[in-house]
């Protein structure tokens, strides 16, 4: 064995051009494949690192309104507490309030993620503690107890990692806390609402943010609370949802008897494992990538065969003394084996250390747009993936080297010196290779085109926005601010004054950013034709649609008056405008929110306005907007090449109020650029699949064609001498691959056929006319492309004498 792999490793190092393609290659496509198997196995497979995983579970409260459409899916407070208390079918229950509040006594007023929990977040999580203890029954609902525990990076980035952090006092919000633990550096909270999410800070429950005012009504809806649980181990997750649902439905009937708005609505209590509510929808966008990476890992195969069956010819007379001497057709199999190996033994590694870096990278980069991604990096599953995908190639390549020799042959060649005998490759072999090859790159280069136009025609529009001066502003308010909405009001219009009177601003308005913005569905009724229609709602004021520059097609804009008499008026965009009118003129017509409470509350159309394209989403929705000032947001638009710096805005707010600091400050072109952060990743990975498939399909056909030509000197090198013509001779020689090159259209169409569905998820907003032009180019780049790999060594050829295609086979 030894004297066998010596060999073996003499035979690579002689024919250096062959063995660094066979790596280069190789390696290229088995650090992608190593790369995609590892994030599909973290996300998919590898379990989440908390106990009882796949019992714990995220319910969600469905309203359903009386056409049985799904109107949203958030808690209102009383519901989420009474499920809290008396659901009497989970084994354990935690409530959790995300909000993003102010450190008061940190140097610059820092602005961090908290999260109010009950007492059984620590143990359904098992969140360790680096320091101190976690909330136990003192903490418990309605207890009050003003304590906190922060996680090790605010430990050590906002407290300098003192070891005596232990009992002192956090401010938060305006809000007096003592810190009673530090969480353990490695433990990583669940992001249960957003990728990337993560708490510094966990206060009791008690404390959270929900209005006093607002607690009380069954009816509203509150998407920052949510309730997360564990199954006992007998009870499914269907069967729980169904009890479920029947109870939250009675109690909140009961409660809503005097709305008739809600007449025929109903709860659905939906429950959904923890891992799906984590992963959202990266399952999907995984499958995709594998389908993508093995495409290649296929095309480079057909390569490398290519390259195989190539050095197999020319070891002839090798092989055929291996077979005069005894060598059976097994014995062949394992010294190719042994060579084999040896090359993608070497190609493996050099993958799995690219792969390394690459999860690495991802793992940086990559933390707002894929869970889980603090746990990428090389693992043994990486290892596995590198080691099995080693030894299977190496066995394929090995066993269509030994099927492409004639026995036989080999000691027939030995015994006449060789003298017009090789190893060659039948006709069907090598036409299986283009077929496929072709088969294979039409369906990744459509699919990738697809997606790549997609994710520009979003990205195009996105930039059509008239933003660039435009800065959103959010400001954070004290507790006694949030307690005290008038109050609050007030406060918010002086600083919103004071911050339109800068040398820098020329206008603002106290509205929030259409590109995060969070927006409900609201259920209107047209009062003519008792029409339900469900827009998104949003409250602005006056100065909304001027500061962004949104169109008004019809009527007006809203006023002064309007907003500050609370005017029953509405502004409508022109696709709510169609919904409700065949020809989108849809003034005059009056909306409301209970058809039963007077004409006197109906909401008169006053104006309908041209729909924004929003980054990050592939349709315009239809939106309502309300005469209501934003409650602590401002857009402001900046005069020509001016900025708005926090410290400013700081500085300004602290004067006129203590409790108000300034919450988040960012332009709406970096909002923009954020919420298209996932079409950028998409856009350039379809780029490299597209790039990558287009340059291994261009080796992979000239190599085969190549040999194509070869086998056929003999023919090419008379027809020459008898005349014949290039143009004659390309033809002849493109003939022999058109049918090859058919199968494998025919081939790719019953693959797109069968992924019609799922494709047309991805391209519902693509004309068919665009579809169908896609892959017609797709078609006409490889039939062009197999014309070049045909032309190439034709042409190498027809430049020697035309005698020597005879000589070479004499």
Not at 10 to 33: D, F, G, P, R
Not at 145 to 173: C, H, M
Not at 564 to 570: E, F, L, M, P, Y
């Amino acid at each position: 064995m030894t004297y066998n792999f010596k060999n073996a490793w003499l035979n690579i190092t002689q024919h250096k051009i062959y063995s660094v393609s066979v790596v280069a290659t190789l390696s290229i496509v088995l650090a992608a494949l190593i790369t995609v198997l590892t994030l599909a196995y973290i996300m998919l497979i590898k379990p989440l690192p908390y106990p009882d995983q796949t019992r714990l579970v995220k319910a969600e409260y469905a309203q359903i309104d009386s056409t049985g459409t799904l109107n949203t899916r958030a808690f209102n407070y009383p519901a989420l507490i009474d499920l809290y208390k008396n659901h009497n079918v989970f084994e354990q229950v935690a409530l959790v309030y995300y909000a993003q509040q102010r450190l008061d006594d940190v140097a610059g007023l820092p602005i961090v993620n908290t999260s109010f929990v009950t007492p059984q977040w620590f143990d359904l999580f098992a969140i360790k503690l680096h320091l101190g203890r976690g909330f136990s029954e003192t903490e418990k609902l309605d207890s009050f107890n003003p304590v906190a525990v922060i996680s090790y990076q605010t430990w050590i980035n906002d407290f300098a990692g003192k070891e005596d952090i232990i009992g002192q006092r956090l401010s938060v919000g305006g809000q007096q806390f003592k810190i009673i633990g530090v969480a353990a550096a490695n433990f990583k909270a669940p992001a249960l609402i957003k990728t990337g999410q993560e708490t510094a800070i966990w206060l009791p429950w008690d404390y959270n943010l929900t209005s006093e005012e607002a607690k009380p009504f069954w009816w509203n809806r509150y998407s920052d609370s949510h309730f997360v649980a564990k199954l006992p181990s007998n009870i499914s997750l269907e069967q729980a949802s169904k009890t479920l649902s029947q109870y939250v439905d009675n109690v909140w009937q009961q409660h809503i008897t005097t709305e008739a708005f809600f007449s025929g609505w109903h709860i659905q209590l939906e429950l959904n494992s923890l891992q799906n509510v984590i992963l959202k929808e990266t399952p999907k966008n995984i499958y995709w990538l594998i389908l993508a990476v093995l495409g290649l890992v296929i095309i480079a195969c057909v390569n490398i065969s290519n390259v195989f069956i190539v050095r197999t010819a020319a070891r002839k007379h090798t092989l055929a003394l291996s077979a005069a001497v005894g060598a059976t057709r097994f014995i062949l199999f394992k010294l190719f084996w042994l060579e084999i190996v040896l090359l993608i033994g070497s190609a493996s590694f050099i993958g799995l250390t690219l792969s390394a870096v690459i999860l690495a990278e991802l793992s940086h980069l990559a933390q707002a747009i894929l869970p889980r991604a603090s746990e990428l990096s090389v693992n043994m599953a990486s290892v596995l993936i590198a080691v099995l995908s080693c030894l299977i190639l190496s066995t394929l390549f090995a066993y269509l080297c030994t099927r492409i020799i004639n026995y036989r042959e080999l000691i027939g060649g030995l015994k006449s010196a060789g003298k017009g005998k090789t190893v060659q490759v039948s006709k069907r072999i090598w036409q299986s290779l283009v077929a496929f090859q072709v088969a294979i790159t039409c369906t990744l280069l459509f699919i990738n085109l697809l997606i790549f136009n997609v994710n520009n025609a979003n990205i195009k529009e996105a930039f059509t926005l008239p933003i660039k001066q435009l800065t959103s502003v959010e400001i954070n308010l004290a507790n006694y601010l949030s307690a005290d909405r008038e109050k609050a009001n007030q406060v918010l219009n002086q600083a919103a004054n004071e911050i339109a009177l800068l040398p820098e601003v020329a206008q603002i308005s106290r509205s929030s950013s259409p590109i995060n913005d969070n927006l409900i569905t609201w259920s209107l009724i047209e009062v003519a034709n008792n029409k339900l229609v469900l827009p998104f709602g949003k409250a602005v004021d006056e100065h909304y649609f001027s500061v962004l520059k949104q169109p008004i097609l019809q009527g007006r804009s809203f006023s002064t008056e309007d907003v500050k008499s609370d005017a029953n008026v509405i502004v409508i965009n022109d696709v709510l405008a169609k919904q409700l009118s065949s020809d989108g003129n849809a003034l005059g017509m009056r909306l409301s929110f209970d058809i039963t409470s007077g004409r006197e509350n109906d909401l008169t159309i006053i104006g309908i306005v041209k729909a924004m394209p929003i980054p990050g989403k592939a349709l315009k929705e239809p939106k309502a907007f309300l005469t209501r000032q934003g409650y602590r947001s401002f857009i402001v638009e900046l005069k020509n090449n001016q900025q708005l710096k926090k410290q400013t805005l700081n500085t300004l707010l602290q004067k006129i109020d203590t409790g108000i600091s300034v919450h988040k400050l960012e332009s709406l072109n970096s909002q923009r650029d954020t919420a298209l952060f996932r079409q950028y990743v998409v856009s350039a990975t379809t780029i490299m699949l597209i790039v990558a498939t287009i340059v291994l399909t261009s080796i992979g056909l000239v190599s085969i064609m190549r040999y194509s030509v070869q086998l056929r000197r003999a023919e090419i090198g008379i027809r020459l001498c008898i005349g014949a013509k290039p143009l004659d001779l390309f033809l002849l020689v493109f003939k022999q691959s058109g049918a090859a090159i058919l199968i494998g259209f025919l081939l790719s169409d019953g693959i797109l056929f069968l992924l019609q569905q799922q494709l047309q998820n991805i391209a519902n907003t693509v004309p068919t006319l665009t579809q169908l032009v896609l892959f017609l180019t797709t078609l006409i780049f490889v039939v062009t492309l197999g014309a070049i790999a045909c032309y190439l060594p034709l042409n190498a050829q027809l430049k020697r004498p035309a005698i020597s295609g005879i000589q070479s086979e004499s």
